[in-house]
């Protein structure tokens, strides 16, 4: 009974192994065996409810699927002070802490790492970028659709949270905005294409340097912005008969466990599906390190940012010219409001030896503008020595608008003013607008709430 004979290497590679007195919360979701497994916990986790809502985000990924590819599947839930996870083919290994099953947020987030590796077992494990369909285990595997493959499923995690009703219309639209505010406070954004992003991972993103945040972008998070993107794109040229579901079905149908896909393949099936064009969307949202067009899709779904004024019924008339007819002006307001005064230069330090060294500094900072370097120590702020918190001493002035710096670079003291700037996040908070069309309240619920309704029953073992 404790035999496991692998078929191939590659299933020995995959499968992880746990030895130990793991708890095991059994459910049933479309016929297929599941197992919540909890290692620790040291009795702070209630692991029949995790079971029973992992059961929900279970049933929302095979009904978006439309199949199931697997007889068991497993969450190897390791509660062991850490973070992350790794998909497998009929398992994931989660990190997690004891303290996050009693913390809503920290909970919330920890389904959204379960909905995010899940959705893996079709997108990635078995509907593979066409470079990974055979592995090569000597060297790196270099491609662009690391977009789909995670950003992509970036999207779906939190999405599917709010598709069963785990998470709240607002909290989902507020992870959402967490993501956009991500990309459009990241220097590098225009500097790295996704499909950049994608392949540079290797050398990039996984060994970032004191520069990294002036010259790349996560393909997490700007993939997971795109297929929202994509999502509604689809949506709305087809007047939301079909989305990106539709998409992913047909690429798994056609590539999965076979031949793999590009992005090509992926641009073929939006265009045979719309019955338009995309390659020149295609080119501006993933090969290009543009701006980013947010309209469109915010009016499909009845939206707006935060700042943003509530859409006018009427053309927008500025004084002295003639009523704005095409949008440029509601296009003009998809960008940060002026906020009030902050403390932010964009300057990052870490502790060495006991002195505060400057690791990062940001493009688009004050910090920047005034010369600051990497490997710079602070010394003092308006000649009062640093301690701890730079973030503390730079409050203390916050009204003066400005500080001066004593660094020491390479042996040479320096007196540098900095002048302070806000950085307000909740410029990127997205809203839905008090008197949507009709149209749009129709697009916002097939987007996110009006599902069909699921034949299969959910059963754990209590219920059996």
């Known amino acids: 009974a404790n035999t496991y004979v692998a078929e191939d290497f590659d299933e020995v590679v995959d499968a992880p192994i746990v030895a130990g007195n793991p708890t095991l919360h059994p459910f049933t979701v479309g016929e297929a065996e599941h197992f919540l497994v909890n290692l620790g916990g040291d009795g702070l986790w209630d692991g029949e409810k995790a079971a029973a809502d992992v059961a929900k985000v279970v049933q929302e990924h095979q009904r ?52 995010h590796e899940f959705f893996h077992t079709w997108n990635v494990r078995r509907l ?6 055979d592995y090569d285990y000597e060297n790196e595997n270099y491609f662009d659709e690391l977009w789909v493959a995670e950003g992509v499923t970036s999207y779906y995690d939190d999405l599917a949270l709010a598709r069963c009703d785990i998470t709240s219309v607002g909290e989902y639209l507020s992870a959402l905005s967490k993501q956009i505010n991500t990309l459009e406070t990241t220097d590098g954004r225009f500097k790295q294409s996704l499909a950049e992003s994608s392949h540079d991972a290797w050398i990039k993103f996984y060994r970032s340097n004191e520069n990294s945040r002036n010259t790349t972008i996560s393909y997490y ?41 590009t992005t090509d393949d992926v641009i073929r099936e939006v265009n045979d599906l719309t019955g338009k064009d995309y390659t020149e969307w295609f080119q501006k949202t993933i090969f290009s390190s543009g701006p980013l067009d947010y309209q469109p899709a915010l009016d499909w779904l009845g939206l707006r940012f935060a700042h943003q004024p509530e859409p006018s019924k009427k053309p927008i008339r500025e004084k002295g010219k003639e009523p704005d007819t095409t949008g440029t002006a509601a296009k003009a307001a998809a960008k940060p409001a002026p906020a009030k005064q902050g403390t932010w230069t964009g300057i990052s330090t870490k502790s060495e030896d006991g002195k505060m060294i400057v690791s990062a500094v940001a493009e688009s900072g004050p910090g920047f503008q005034a010369g600051i370097n990497t490997d710079d120590e602070i010394i003092a702020v308006n000649d009062y020595r640093v301690s701890s918190s730079l973030t503390d001493l730079f409050e203390q002035f916050r009204e003066d608008g400005k500080v001066e710096l004593l660094i020491a670079r390479r042996g040479a003291l320096l007196r540098m003013p900095v002048e302070f700037a806000s ?9 839905k607008i008090k008197e949507p069309s009709e149209q749009q309240k129709n697009s916002f619920d097939d987007w996110l709430l009006d599902l069909p309704e699921v034949s299969e029953q959910v059963t754990t073992e209590d219920s059996k």
């Open 423 to 431: 950085r307000e996040v909740s410029n990127w908070r997205l809203v």
């Open 128 to 133: 593979r970028p066409k470079v990974l369909v």
């Open 64 to 115: 978006m699927w439309g199949m199931i590819p697997y007889q068991r599947y497993f969450f190897l839930n390791v509660i062991a002070e850490s973070g992350g996870g790794l998909e497998h083919d009929n398992s994931t290994v989660m990190l997690t802490s004891r303290w996050s099953f009693r913390s809503p947020k920290r909970y919330q987030s920890w389904l959204g790492l379960v909905s």
């Open 221 to 261: 998070n700007k993939g997971a912005i795109v297929g929202f993107f994509l999502d509604i794109e689809i949506r709305r040229a087809t007047e939301d008969k079909k989305s990106l579901d539709d998409v992913m079905q047909v690429l798994y149908a056609k590539h999965a466990l076979k031949d793999g896909y």
